[in-house]
């Protein structure tokens, strides 16, 4: 199989394995425990919370690990909406986000906040004077996208949070697809990441929290992660995370480098006709979401069982339904259809992308004879 879906998840990276053996196989202690060994877990994972700080590379907040970004995503929302001062309660995200934004933000909706949901451009990029023109002090909470997931449009994060600062709004930032893969914006006062798109295990996300900025807790119980999200939680999945932050952090350069290199040669190899959905300039070059006129996106994953790509988010891809980030840049039903999106990364290489691409033109070539 040729892996070209890194955006849905990634390969555990082989140093990550290494790191969590010993917490899987003989390392079983409760890392809250009192005991010697309760307390050597709880130092694996305080040493895997300063690694994905140091990577994170933040200043004046903590890390909390949580179960999944999503999980980080609804613990963000739903608790900083918990604390909203009093007059606060519109909250602002964007028409691109992924589901675990979204549906929240559609949840909240529904139980009394003000939501705005602010259209992107046909790039796929916030208008700026838009978000300008919605903010005010009635604003609680900015939710935007780093990367996006589907077409890896980098959103200005660092310009967005000045602006809802301005207006004393917080900024969450869903930085799933950008930590470990680009240099992250600075300014959101609330970070959600998972492990599992950074070659980490997949179960465990965290939500980096500005001091002063922490939502009210979602999960209550044992008071667990100082108070902030109660459960034991687990030494080997936290040094999993810890161990695939660290080499993300050092192979960043290395990483973006390569995958760079083969967006170049995948765009080569599928040849004339495709067309990139979304900004060209502003983008994570290792997420080519791109279209062709008379292509049947999910007939071509069903002919090229072997290469797993996708339509988009893997949790809209069961549901037929075409990607709403494809239909927010203003893509008709049928040029959504005819797009898929190719993922990639440290481990992919340039030979078995290049015959993913030329597999993929030629079955787009026949799908229009078919057609004709
Ligand atoms: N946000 C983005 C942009 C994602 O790509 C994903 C995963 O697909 C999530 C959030 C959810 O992450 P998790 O799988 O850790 O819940």
């Known amino acids: 199989m040729i892996y070209l879906d890194y955006q849905a998840t990634t390969p555990l990276a082989p140093e990550v394995v290494k790191a969590m053996q010993p917490w899987i196989e003989d390392k079983f202690a409760n890392p809250h425990s009192p005991s010697r060994w309760g307390r050597e877990a709880d130092a694996a994972i305080e040493n ?50 992924h589901a675990a934004v979204l549906d929240t933000c ?38 935007v996208m780093m990367v996006n997931n589907e077409i890896g449009v980098r959103q200005p994060l660092t310009a967005i949070s000045q602006m809802a600062h301005k207006v004393g709004a917080l900024v969450l930032a869903d930085a799933v697809q950008a930590f470990g893969r680009v240099e992250l914006c600075k300014g959101p ?55 695939a932050a660290k080499l993300a952090d050092e192979r960043c350069t290395r990483d973006y480098d390569h995958v760079q290199r083969l967006s170049r040669a995948a765009i ?12 060209t300039a502003h983008r994570y070059p290792g997420n080519l979401n791109v279209r062709r006129e008379g292509v049947d ?60 691409c030329d597999r993929l033109a030629k079955a787009a070539v026949e799908q229009e004879k078919l057609d004709a």
Request: neutral net charge.
């Open 106 to 143: 559609e949840w909240l909706a529904d139980q009394g906040v003000d939501l705005t949901i602010l259209p992107v451009e046909k790039d796929g990029l916030l208008d700026l004077d838009l978000l300008e023109r919605e903010l005010d002090e009635r604003v609680l909470l900015v939710a």
């Open 297 to 356: 996106g999910a007939r071509m994953i069903a002919d090229l069982r072997d290469i797993a790509f996708s339509l988009g988010s893997a949790c809209a891809s069961g549901s037929g339904r075409p990607s709403h980030v494809l239909r927010a840049l203003g893509l008709d039903y049928r040029e959504a259809r005819s797009s898929v999106r190719l993922g990639f990364g440290r481990y992919t290489t340039q030979k078995d992308l290049v015959e993913a």
């Open 189 to 243: 006062d609330l970070i959600a990441i998972s492990a599992h798109k950074i070659h980490g295990p997949k179960g465990i996300g965290a939500l980096w929290m500005k001091n002063g900025k922490e939502p009210a807790p979602l999960i209550h119980g044992g008071g667990q992660e100082q108070g902030l999200r109660s459960g034991t939680l687990s030494p080997a999945l936290c040094v999993g995370f810890g161990a």
């Open 268 to 279: 080569a190899a599928l040849g004339p006709g495709w067309i990139i959905n979304g900004s």
């Open 48 to 97: 895997a919370r300063k690694l994905v700080g140091s990577a994170l590379d933040l200043k004046g907040g903590r890390i909390a690990f949580t179960g999944s970004a999503t999980e980080a995503i609804n613990w963000a929302l739903k608790g900083t909406v918990e604390k909203a001062p009093k007059g606060r309660n519109r909250v602002i995200t964007v028409a691109t986000e």
